[in-house]
């Protein structure tokens, strides 16, 4: 799957990959093309599909998630996280942040398990459970939260807050209606950080991460910022 990743254009992104880091891309999209003719993980089918709606499109936050999560080894927690998109391929360029995944359905969670194990993925934890419940268990446990196809944004703020450290962060990946989901998110609560186009090269269709910040977990230095 080599060539087809750098066709497809990973290179774009900047980013640097190592040939173990391609290895566990693929080994990573086998396990899921495999599973999926079982479990139905995802609707999205075909190895081309699958680089640049899982791989490339998970991958392309990047950049600016090591902009602003600059403590080494940052705890991260992906709500939803389904067949594992965005924190597998995240996990697999950046062995050093710890991420956990956080999913209801145990069958997603069970591949998960399996993918962890398969590719020795020692930097995430899965959790089988509704976000509501793991933000009781571990509140204010996170630097930052991220999600892909999860839910509405404002409700993706909602389960979000109680997770956040102080100054903690939500990263959320939207399409074309991220202006009209914004129109939910009251300012006077949430600060938004940036608003960044992403570009996933040979793919038309929009993409954009939003970056927000809780304002009752913005310490007075911050906030004079």
């Known amino acids: 799957m080599s060539q087809d990743l750098l066709a497809l254009g990973i290179q774009e992104l900047g980013l640097e990959l190592t040939q173990e880091n391609i290895a566990n891309l693929d080994s990573f999209l086998h396990e899921m093309g495999r599973w999926n003719q079982v479990h139905n993980l995802t609707a999205i089918e075909g190895e081309q599909a699958s680089i640049q709606l899982h791989l490339i499109d998970s991958i392309a936050v990047l950049p600016i998630m090591r902009e602003f999560l600059r403590c080494p080894t940052p705890q991260i927690a992906d709500l939803g996280s389904g067949g594992g998109l965005p924190a597998i391929p995240i996990a697999i360029l950046q062995p050093e942040w710890c991420l956990t995944l956080i999913e209801a359905v145990r069958k997603k969670t069970a591949f998960l398990q399996h993918v962890r194990g398969r590719l020795k993925l020692k930097n995430i934890e899965v959790i089988s459970g509704r976000v509501e419940v793991v933000a009781m268990q571990q509140p204010a446990q996170f630097d930052a939260v991220i999600s ?78």
């Open 148 to 225: 892909r196809a999860f839910t509405s944004l404002a409700r993706f703020l909602e389960l979000s807050l109680p997770l956040l450290k102080r100054n903690g962060l939500v990263f959320a990946m939207k399409g074309k209606r991220a202006d009209e989901e914004m129109e939910d998110v009251c300012l006077d609560a949430w600060h938004l950080v940036v608003d960044a186009p992403l570009h996933i090269p040979h793919l038309a269709a929009e993409r954009r991460l939003l970056v927000l910040t809780p304002r009752e977990k913005i310490t007075p230095l911050e906030r004079d910022h």
